[in-house]
């Protein structure tokens, strides 16, 4: 059972590639009936289908396939002129097969689907256009039964032959050429006693098939006499091998077989899991080879770390090419299936169009090119439909009649780009302004201050639709909305680019690979963020005073556009502890034909990001598409561009105005509420200072360095009137530390006092750089510390 | 000397097989305190406790999440259970520690104010949530009661489901 399992995966697997190609070579065959190398490999394509299928047991399926192999075999020969009625019946019961392929995938086996009407269609044309006799093929139309009995004996008789002896075997051989020639005698005599007789003819059901055959191409099977004996299939399986050869060895180069493996995705999927980690662990380890550097210049197995982390870095980014180029498949195979759409199409729309690809051989990720498939189709549809006109109008507007669609894809830097172009009428703004309106999709307002990008994005809005009329093809006004949220969903973005009465041209831009992006990281505040790149036009820097408000919003000029901006810390809900400073940066994020300015205090840099998601307890976090993991093993949250710019219009606030340090200054009623730290390495001199400020009353609070008073400070569990700062301490010196503190707002008047036992005047002079407002050298006297601290605390005298 | 060691291992066997058998009606639990509260879940849905380490916000969640960590390669999310309990957020303390807790696929970091003990608790000890805690919605398991106090004992998957 197992083993039948394997085969049915392997012929399901073949069979659905097989098919996938026959559809694209049909409609090509249709257009040049002549070609017989094209011929040759259809008919292949159903005769292996039928081969397997028929030693798979699946009746319907062979019973379909071997009807089909009879129209091509004969058009092969040239019987039969592939005309677009007789195309029809084919393409039908090529649907046919792929809704049986699609059962069998789904039940393993072949029952449910009526192909009985398909194949009479099928054997009418045989019957039809060749000169075989009306009975046999009469015979043979009520169908299943008998060629189910037919096919049976054969699989049955085969493998006997095998086993054979030679002798027997020569012996089998003589009795079956005994048998024919009888037959044949018989049905001489038959055909000589005409009508009555024929119904006697088949004594034998293995010979039915056999002789329906025989009386198409009598010729071929009576040369060969030891093929003879063996039934129809085998026969069958002898022509097209010689027929290659014969027809076109030079024409077709032997298809060269490419050494491959099937593999599971989940192993693939795995295996791109692991690289992503890896990815991480060498962004750390570049990290830590940065610091490292920084702490031990000069010293000499410097240079051999970094060999070693520069080998480690290349062979991760190499790795990570290759593991993503295993899931890359050509778009090809999404491509296959339009040629015969456009053909379907322009038959039902009564419209002459062709389709002409390019860069099918473009390869993209598995994920994706499996996403990409339906909105293409609604773009294609969507173009023969409201796109080229019927070829009365295209001869009225001086066009060639026939209208070209053309779908390419190719390369852009880091994504692909799939390009969707027609010749036809072009998007009219000023018509979709209109429909938008009557639909109450945009106001007046929106509509008069449109760009015409704008106002082609409206064919993505949710509801619209041009066509006037509902067709069997579009006009039902969903579809564009659904492409742009799954082009969205891959991290893409659609351009329009539209002439009126020349064409429209449609843009997908796509990441390669969805698990390792690009990404812009920013900084509000103490936080960061990621940008996907793909979305980021470009970052300008700007001062407050160039930017305007504008009805409760915030924009800025942006060379001869008008560009809104949101403050990244509005969305974010992100505490405005730090000063924001007089210049910030501006991220112009682009998404299809609408752009936003995000205002941001840092710009930190390029990296590549491995994206992970949030898991459960979190998902669906409105603006966060995911996380990363950066090099120093933090989690920077993913911003989620599109849901971004939804959420900017509802944000209301100018942006940088908001100065809110409003700190409550609590009343000091007793010395007590005064507080101060000291931040001093060595015990002793805390100590010391202790001494000094106790009298006083005050509250003390003492650091052993500036990491621990940086978080004392930010715990926020006092309110500090002064700090009293040494310079020279471990981890965080006063002066980084003093600087590090005046960048809060809430601390901007904070009294910060160095004490030390630098007296240089440039000590005293970064001092003074770094924010100190007094400067005392040791040693000092207890008093002089004392009255220093009452000033800058301005002590209450009445507490003395 | 064979028969000396044959008697060893079979003691050694009698012992572990008595193990096993109190293991059956012996409840494994970690105990851990919350503001003035004891409380208490089944050691095996925890997948480890750590160390508090930096967190990176989350906006728009409720204040009980505080954000997600990077536990080797994994983003979870960590949840402030003083907060998420009705308690006055407190500053972490050199006794703070994450409780890192699994149901399934679900994983999650809790903040605790430190630990107690791990707990051994026979069955018939535990007792049911008090009535006044209404139905299928709470997110205490059961009353486990000890020689001088009681714990209560937390449902993970509840503490693990998201409830905003």
Known sequence: ?800 | MSDKLKQIINKQGDQQNVETDQLDDIVQLVGFVIGEEEYAIPILSIQEIIKPFTWTRVPQVPSCVLGVFNLRGAVIPLIDLRAKFGLQTKNQSEETRFIVMRHGDDVAGFVIDRLTMAIRIKKADIGPAPDTVNGDDTIIEGVGKQADKIITILKVNKLLERDF
């Not at chain 1, 120093?632 to 100018?654: E, F, P, W």
């Open chain 1, 1 to 800: 059972m197992d083993e039948f399992q394997e085969i049915l995966q392997d012929f399901l697997v073949e069979s659905f590639e097989l098919v996938e190609k026959l559809d694209e070579d049909l409609v090509e065959l249709e257009n040049n009936p002549e070609d017989l190398e094209l011929l040759n490999g259809i008919f292949r394509v159903a005769h292996t289908v039928k081969g397997a299928s028929s030693f798979l047991n699946f009746d319907v399926l062979t019973h379909l396939t071997h009807h089909m192999e009879d129209v091509l075999n004969k058009a092969r020969h040239g019987d039969l002129i592939i005309t677009p009625d007789v195309m029809d019946v084919v393409l039908e019961s090529i649907d046919l097969m792929k809704a049986l392929l699609e059962t069998i995938r789904d039940t393993s086996t072949d029952a449910g689907i009526d192909v009985s009407a398909c194949v009479v269609k099928l054997d009418k044309i045989t019957g039809g256009s060749g000169d075989v006799k009306t009975p046999v093929v009469v015979a043979a139309e009520p169908t299943p039964v008998v060629e189910e009995v037919v096919e049976t004996p054969v699989g049955d008789d085969e493998p006997d032959y095998d086993s054979m002896s030679p002798d027997d075997l020569e012996a089998e051989i003589e009795k079956l050429l005994q048998e024919r020639q009888a037959e044949d005698k018989a049905k001489r005599n038959a055909k000589l006693a005409a009508g009555e007789s024929v119904l006697a003819a088949p004594p034998e059901p293995t010979e039915e098939a056999s002789s329906a055959k025989e009386e198409q191409k009598a010729a071929p099977k009576a040369t060969p006499p030891p093929v003879a004996p063996t039934p129809a299939p085998v026969v069958e399986k002898s022509t097209p091998k010689e027929d290659p050869k014969a027809a076109a060895p030079a024409k077709r180069a032997p298809a060269t077989v490419e050494q491959t493996i099937r593999v599971d995705v989940k192993r693939l999927d795995h295996l791109m899991n692991l690289i992503g980690e890896l990815v991480l662990a060498k962004n750390r380890l570049i990290k830590i080879n940065d610091d490292v550097e920084e702490r031990y210049e000069g010293e000499e197995f410097l240079e051999e770390l970094n060999q070693v982390v520069s080998i480690v870095s290349l062979v991760t980014t190499d790795l990570q090419i290759a593991v993503m180029k295993t899931r890359m498949l050509p778009i090809g195979k999404v491509f296959n299936k339009f040629p015969r759409m456009i053909r379907d199409l322009s038959r039902e729309l009564n419209k002459k169009i062709d389709l002409e690809l390019a860069g099918e051989d473009t390869e993209l990720d598995k994920s994706i090119v499996e996403e990409i498939g339906d909105p293409l189709v609604h773009i294609i549809r969507n173009s023969c439909d409201h796109g080229v006109e019927t070829p009365e109008e295209r001869l009225a507007k001086g066009k060639d009649e026939t209208g070209i669609i053309g779908l390419k894809a190719y390369n852009e830097g880091n994504q692909i780009v799939i390009q969707i172009d027609d010749d036809g009428k072009g998007l009219d703004t000023d018509m979709l302004k209109n429909k938008s309106l009557e639909k109450g999709i945009i106001t007046e307002k929106e509509a008069d201050s449109m760009t015409e990008k704008e106002a082609f994005g409206l064919i993505f809005k949710p509801g619209f639709s041009t066509a006037s009329a509902v067709t069997n093809v579009s006009g039902r006004g969903v579809g564009m909305d659904v492409v742009k949220t799954n082009i969205e969903k891959l991290n893409g973005i659609i351009d329009i680019d539209s002439e009126l009465g020349v064409g429209t041209s449609m843009k997908l831009k796509i990441p390669l690979t969805l698990a390792i992006i690009q990404a812009l990281l920013v900084g509000v505040q103490e936080e960061y963020y990621a940008i996907p790149l793909a979305s980021v036009l470009e970052t300008v820097r700007i001062s407050r005073d160039e930017i305007y408000t504008v009805e409760g919003r915030s924009v800025m000029r942006l060379r001869d556009e008008v560009l809104s901006l949101v403050h990244i810390g509005d969305i974010f809900e992100v505490e405005r502890i730090l000063d924001a400073g007089e210049h910030a940066y501006v991220v112009v994020l682009g998404l299809g034909t609408s752009k936003l300015g995000l205002i941001v205090d840092t710009l930190v840099g390029q990296e590549e990001i491995v994206i992970k998601s949030l898991g459960d307890y979190l998902k669906g976090i409105e603006g966060i598409a995911g996380a990363t993991i950066r090099g120093d093993g933090g989690v920077t949250l993913i911003v989620d561009v599109v849901a971004l710019m939804q959420m900017a219009k509802d944000v209301k606030s100018a942006p940088m105005a908001d100065t809110s340090s409003a700190a409550a200054i609590t009343e000091k009623t007793k010395p007590s509420d005064y507080t101060i730290m000291i931040v001093d390495d060595s015990k002793t001199d805390r100590t010391i200072m202790r001494k000094a400020l106790e009298p006083m009353g005050v509250t003390l609070v003492e650091a052993s360095d500036g990491q621990e008073a940086l978080s004392i400070l930010k715990a926020g569990e006092h309110n500090f009137d002064a700090m009293l700062v040494d310079i020279e301490m471990p981890r965080m010196d006063g002066y980084t530390l003093a600087s590090e503190i005046k960048k809060y707002n809430k601390y901007k008047n904070l009294p910060l006092i160095a004490v030390t036992s630098r007296t240089g005047k440039s000590d005293r002079m970064r001092g003074v750089e770094s924010g100190m407002v007094e400067y005392i050298t040791k040693p000092y006297s207890a008093d002089y510390l004392s009255s220093v601290v009452q000033r800058n605390v301005n002590f209450k005298a009445e507490f003395l």
